[in-house]
């Protein structure tokens, strides 16, 4: 059976809302989307409202390892971009909020909120994107 993108994530509702991006990773030559990322600026962070990862990019296939870590980088710079510090903050699953300590450097604050520090988006930026 052929892994599926994630039911209950509707990406197309984004779009109606002026003020969130919606941005995709693909490979150059490719139309497959490796991965997909929704951003809104609030000013001093960038709020990530969705981020998912191709099912073929999970385990146990692993196509492409580090997608999201290039979609947080992503995030990281787009603030930038838009004259921010490249604070990023989002809600985590509880599931996942230890892999996004140790995969992104991101700081737990409540029970599910995180956000990774403009320090740590820096050093993102330098690994994934340059």
Known sequence: ?????TSGFNWKSYFRFP??????????????IEGA????NRG???WVHLIEKNPMNRPPHDQYKYVAH???AFACQRHMELGGN???AFEAKTELISHY???YGAVQ?????MFIPDIVGRDLIGLYLY
Do not use: Q
Request: one cysteine or more.
């Open 1 to 5: 059976m052929r892994p599926t993108w």
């Open 19 to 32: 003020d969130v991006e919606v941005y995709k990773l693909c490979i150059v030559g490719s139309n497959r």
């Open 37 to 40: 990322i929704a951003l809104e």
């Open 44 to 46: 001093d962070h960038m």
């Open 70 to 72: 290039h979609l947080f």
């Open 86 to 88: 490249g604070f990023v």
């Open 101 to 103: 300590v140790k995969e």
């Open 109 to 113: 604050i409540g029970v599910s909120r």
